[in-house]
């Protein structure tokens, strides 16, 4: 396999979105990913819609360019194996409820004992220690917790849960990002790591400034709809067919934004003199755009401020994504031919490297795909064993 990461073995004994996440993420970048599964039960994400016919599109995004195979961890012989995948791997990522593989023989203690510089990335909800480590913990109560859900929405609207699965997401970057440094850890003389992520702390971490703000200035950021807290303008404007996003926070850009909609006596206004006297007029700047912006289409609007150099978008939906010709040029979308439903539409791999990159190879492999080749080649199980250990349901 090519990439940075070539050469990089992981283990994934972790299952859903964050660490499903983050094991994509370093699979599309070239390392090996062997993922474990309950051999009666599949990931969760399996049974997630959308389905294009008995198959989860969410599956087939989620795990790909991973290889799948089946081991019931919770028995002697399947502890056994996972400590045999383990002595190969760089990277162990798991999210079980803390303790539970203590509970089985498989701890960072357990597993070090293996492989000394074994990574071990744990994700949970709430972390390992504290007061709710062992409680289960999803997304939405980290989104809940995080204090995101109280500022997401509009003044006079309950607050907003995201659309997507923010927590999760945001968790899986920083599991990425703690797999790789515990890795260069290793790398540069350390043992290895057990790297800690939770989902809540994961969403809090977006959120610069807010402690500090609350700690010097006892202020509590309140939901303001499309308007960001810290800039002005920017919101999302209604045009005459549509709508439009536009930022221009810093001051040449608010200044060709007032020359583009006819108001160039805006930038002499004191009111509107620097970004935090505007954040305070924001309304008045925003009636001024949206008076602008509704005598155009939104493409329109769009072609004018980017003609002047200044920064907006009409609001796009996937359809209008998937005609878009900056999207085209990077190779934000590519095909995929799957085996189980031919050529597939994918996120392109991000971020970009120079030189070889591994790029989507296939999408969500079947249950237990792997498992000849993974534990008859390579963990190197003789015909008896591997035929027994699949009766008896351990893989």
Known sequence: MNGPLAGLRVLDLSGMIAGGFATMTLADHGADVVMVEHPEHGDPIREWPPFDGDHSLWWKALARN????????????????????????????ENFRPGTLESWGLGPDALHETNEDLVVVRISGYGQDG?????????????????????NGFPDSEPLLPPISLADLAAGQYATMGALFGVFDTLTGGTGRVVDVSLLESLFRMFPSVPEKYDRLDEVDERTGNRHPNAAPRNVYEASDGYVAL???????????AECIGRPELIEADRFATNRK???HAAELDGYIEAWMQERTATEAVAALTDADAVASEIYDISDIHADAQYDAREAIVTVE??????????????KFSGETRGVDRLGPGHGEHNDEVYLDEVGLDEDTYTSLREEGVI
């Open 66 to 93: 991973k290889r799948c195979v089946t081991l019931d961890m919770n028995s002697d012989e399947g502890t056994a194996l996972v400590h045999e995948l383990a002595a190969e791997a760089d990277v162990v990522i």
């Open 131 to 151: 007061p709710l480590a062992e409680q289960p913990g999803f997304g939405t109560v980290a989104e809940a917790m995080s204090g995101f859900a109280h500022v």
């Open 247 to 257: 930022s221009a926070s810093s001051q040449p850009i608010f200044e060709r934004v």
């Open 278 to 280: 505007r954040v305070e």
């Open 338 to 351: 799957d085996s189980d439903l031919g050529p597939v539409e994918t996120h392109g791999v991000v971020p």
